[in-house]
């Protein structure tokens, strides 16, 4: 069966305004009008975004049908949502290890779209990190992992170990950001079998 409905989770200060979920949005709209495409503004507890997003899959299709893409903490969470609804997932230089690494960011911080906006990252957030952590669990459903090996903020090592069972994309040099992404997208929407 193929997606229909197909949900995207931004990494840690990013927005529903970065490039690689405007570049997703818009190929989708183009290529893919039938299927439903979310992107939610995700707030700062790891508790209450998981909460946001299962409130707003609630209705979607459960495994086959649905798929999720997520970026840096956007790619941890993607795998807690997928567990949940056993569907497709894609993790762009996914954060493995977020309680460990997000710990020094604990404090106030800037939205990276908009650096008047503020919000603080609470201690309390780092055990709302680990309390997601899936990885002692199977794949519930095809996994793809992209890995940049110039990934300056996370190391693609981890990620390749953490996801042994995926189809693993690990790419030469190449940054965090994933700045060349829309070489990608066709091989990321091909695999989520957009409908």
Not at 44 to 59: D, F, H, N, Q, Y
Not at 63 to 80: E, K, R
Request: proline content about 10%; some cysteine; overall charge negative.
């Amino acid at each position: 069966m193929p997606t229909t409905h197909l949900l995207y989770l931004h990494g840690f200060r990013s927005s529903p305004q970065s490039t690689k979920a405007r570049q997703v949005a818009a190929h989708v709209a183009q290529h893919h009008p039938g299927v439903t495409f979310w992107c939610p503004q995700l707030p700062p507890s790891p508790r209450a975004a998981m909460a946001l997003v299962a409130g707003g899959i609630a209705t979607w299709p459960q495994g086959p049908g649905m798929a999720v893409v997520g970026s840096s903490l956007g790619g941890y969470y993607a795998s807690w949502v997928a567990q949940q609804a056993r569907c497709t997932s894609v993790l762009l230089n996914p954060a493995v290890h977020p309680a460990r690494d997000l710990e020094r960011y604990i404090g106030e911080q800037t939205a990276w779209h908009n650096p008047e906006e503020r919000f603080f990252f609470r201690p309390e957030y780092i055990a709302e990190l680990q309390a997601l952590d899936v990885r002692h669990l199977p794949p519930a459903g095809p996994e793809l992992l992209i890995a940049a090996q110039g990934d300056e903020l996370l190391d693609w090592r981890e990620m390749v170990a953490r996801y042994p069972q995926a189809t693993q994309r690990v790419l030469p040099g190449g940054d965090h950001a994933l700045s060349d992404f829309a070489r990608h997208l066709p091989e990321v929407l091909a695999f989520c079998d957009l409908a």
